[in-house]
């Protein structure tokens, strides 16, 4: 390797993608042209970056498996920041193994982290939990340390387990700060500020008021019982009643929920559940048969109780909450996967949400309708965005896969 592609690879490693620029920017040898797309990837141009990596790899040859495999993995890492989730992770996971058998350990972690946060980002918190358990090597450079602990940062506030969040965010942040790099010093900044924004919205006898994530964790091992509209389940400290596949079920207990310790009317349940606007002998019948089905399903957590009205939530806890997310949205789903201010793919949002594609079209064009989220580009290359919600960390409380109403 001669001195100008290692004068910008340590200028790439240290986050001057313009340094590394201005010294292979007229070369296309194989080398160059692979700093070259990793510069470009740093400047935001994604689409000339992918293209010059994809040239790369092609130079590159049969024998050059470990530059091929850099290069695979460099693309990988293009697509996850551009939210092109149908990318073939096999490939990224080949290219991983192939790092591996030939000793480069540091681009191999690098790619693993990578897999991790794809994980991550489709709520496949096990097996991500368990790909970023694999031993690594140290020591490693400050910037993929950093990497590292940002990744276990957002596992830990998923399992809502803030204290190890903050803990790992502020190794990121020392990781971060050595490494000098501004764009991973920022990085590290925004996930720590999700730790001191609204996660969820409390709704209690009536009453509403919004819970950081720590005040949510703290929630979950109490010995309320609460209705869990972020994750759809109904649970206390030792169970968990999943409904995310019973949406009925779970619209009653909703409604049950928000009025405890009062009854609910049947005219309002069967609204709620059905979406009637007027009930029938029909939607009455309909709905002792869903009630009775609630109550087989919510075990020994509450009994349901019938009323002169309507129908009541008899909890084997003391008290009943409902945990909403913070915005009160039809598609708040979607709005949650697009607050993290990237451009998506309606195919992307229907991995991440575990729904279909039309499904997801139809709740874009509603908010496109009603200018919460922008498109722009045509065909197979439109992508769809919305500034950050402020001051709020909606993308947290969401699972896969979910039900979108």
């Known amino acids: 390797m001669d001195s100008l592609i290692t004068a910008a690879a340590h200028a790439l490693a240290a986050g001057d993608p313009l340094g590394a620029l201005n010294r292979i920017a007229l070369r296309d040898d194989a080398p160059a042209l692979a700093l070259r797309g990793i510069a470009m990837a740093q400047l935001g141009d994604l689409v000339r970056a992918k293209a010059l990596l994809r040239s790369a790899a092609r130079a590159f040859g049969a024998k ?128 720590s500020l999700v730790l001191n924004t609204p996660a969820a919205r409390l709704i209690e006898r009536g009453k509403e008021r919004l819970l950081l994530l720590d005040e949510v964790e703290a929630l979950m091992a109490s010995k309320v019982l609460v209705v869990d509209a972020c994750r759809h389940v109904v649970r206390d400290a030792q ?43 029909s939607h009455r019948a309909r709905l002792r048969v869903e009630i009775g089905r609630l109550r087989a399903a919510l075990g020994t957590l509450a009994g349901v109780s019938a009323t002169k009205h309507g129908f009541a939530l008899v909890p084997r806890a003391r008290e009943v909450v409902v945990l909403a997310r913070p915005v009160d949205e039809a598609h708040a789903a979607v709005l949650a996967v697009l607050s993290d201010g990237e451009s998506w793919s309606s195919s992307a949002l229907a991995i991440a949400l575990g729904a279909s594609q039309r499904t997801v079209q139809r709740s874009l064009d509603a908010l496109a309708s009603a200018g919460k989220v922008q498109p722009f580009g045509r065909g197979r290359a439109r992508r769809w965005m919305t500034p950050p919600v402020p001051g709020f960390t909606t993308t947290l409380l969401l699972p896969a896969p979910l039900l979108i109403d």
């Open 64 to 191: 050059e498996a470990v530059a091929r495999a850099r290069c695979v993995v460099a693309e990988a890492e293009i697509a996850f920041v551009s939210r092109d989730l149908g990318w073939p992770a096999k490939a990224l996971h080949a290219a991983r193994a192939t790092l591996e058998q030939h000793g480069d350990r540091v681009n191999a972690a690098h790619a693993r982290y990578l897999e991790v946060r794809r994980l991550l980002l489709i709520g496949r918190l096990d097996e991500a939990e368990r790909t970023l358990a694999e031993p690594d090597p140290t020591p490693f450079p400050p910037a993929l340390t950093a990497a590292r602990e940002l990744v276990v940062a957002g596992i830990a506030m998923r399992r809502l387990r803030t204290g190890a969040a903050r803990a790992a965010l502020a190794r990121a942040e020392r990781a971060a700060h050595h490494a000098g790099i501004p764009a991973l010093s920022a990085e590290v900044e925004a996930a």
């Open 239 to 281: 169970t968990v009643v999943p409904l995310a596949r019973r949406p009925v079920l779970f619209a009653l207990a909703r409604a049950l929920g928000e009025a405890w310790p009062s009854d609910v009317p049947r005219d309002t349940l069967v609204a709620r559940a059905f979406r009637a606007k007027s009930a029938d002998e």
